[in-house]
């Protein structure tokens, strides 16, 4: 299947500063991605769709100020956080899907663990 | 009400048993169904993705849609402790906007 890269896996900061990740599609185009966040044993949450060229679609509760929300090429998405507080700390996990393939099928980042201390 | 039902488990088997996992939903206008496997601190990988009602199989798997029903099954054959992962059901409408059940968490026991 296609691959889907984040970076970094694993980032640690200080409660008030900010944080980016990066989403790539590896070996297609996506002209959306998804950003969603998952805390330990829940479901994946959608927080935004990202649109290329455009501004991002947010999900109702999420403020899109505190998740900025890039995507300037058709490979790569990004989101940042913030002014992180102790409260943004969870596993964070993009997708992409191939805009040749009509059918949809969605691939996932290795996703991104961010603590806020 | 969930848009989409998933019980989150735990389930335990014993090895080579065959593994039935389940999803009701309740939003009519789903029409692509897929099932995701996910390992401890890892994202999502796509295992079956059907569209609209039917089977599909694919080695050990095999993936239901019963769209009359609106239910979604998950079999996997000959299961093996390396199938240890939380599995999740998710669909969409179209747009790939996906709608993801909790997840049930699967061991399988040497």
């Known amino acids: 299947g296609a691959v889907v890269s984040q970076h970094p896996s694993w980032v640690i900061c200080k409660s008030g500063t900010s944080v980016k990740i990066e989403c790539r599609s590896l070996?297609?185009?996506?002209?959306?991605m998804f950003w969603y966040r998952q805390f330990p044993k829940q479901s994946l949450m959608l927080m935004a769709t990202s649109n290329e060229g455009s501004k991002a679609t947010y999900e109702q509760g999420v403020e899109k100020d505190k998740f900025l929300i890039n995507h300037a090429s058709l490979t790569l998405s990004t989101l940042t956080v913030t002014s992180a507080h102790p409260e943004d700390s969870s596993f964070y996990i993009c997708?992409?899907?191939?805009?040749?393939?009509?059918?949809?099928?969605?691939?996932f980042g290795e996703g991104s663990r961010l603590t806020v201390l | 009400q969930k848009e989409v039902e998933q019980d989150p488990g735990p389930l335990s088997v014993p090895e080579g048993a065959i593994v039935s996992l389940n999803c009701t939903y309740s939003?009519?206008?789903?029409?692509?169904f897929m099932w995701y496997r996910q390992y401890s601190r890892k994202g999502p990988e796509l295992l079956m993705y059907t569209y609209s009602s039917g089977n599909k199989e694919d080695g050990r798997f095999t993936a239901q849609v019963d769209k009359s029903s609106k239910y979604i099954s998950l079999f996997i054959r000959d299961s093996q402790p390396s199938d240890s992962a939380t599995y999740l059901c998710?669909?969409?409408?179209?747009?790939?906007?996906?709608?993801f059940g909790q997840g049930t968490r699967l061991t399988i026991n040497p």
């Open positions: 939003n009519s206008a789903f029409q692509y």
């Open positions: 070996d297609f185009q996506a002209t959306t």
């Open positions: 997708s992409a899907g191939d805009r040749g393939n009509l059918a949809g099928e969605l691939f």
């Open positions: 998710a669909m969409s409408a179209g747009a790939q906007k996906l709608v």
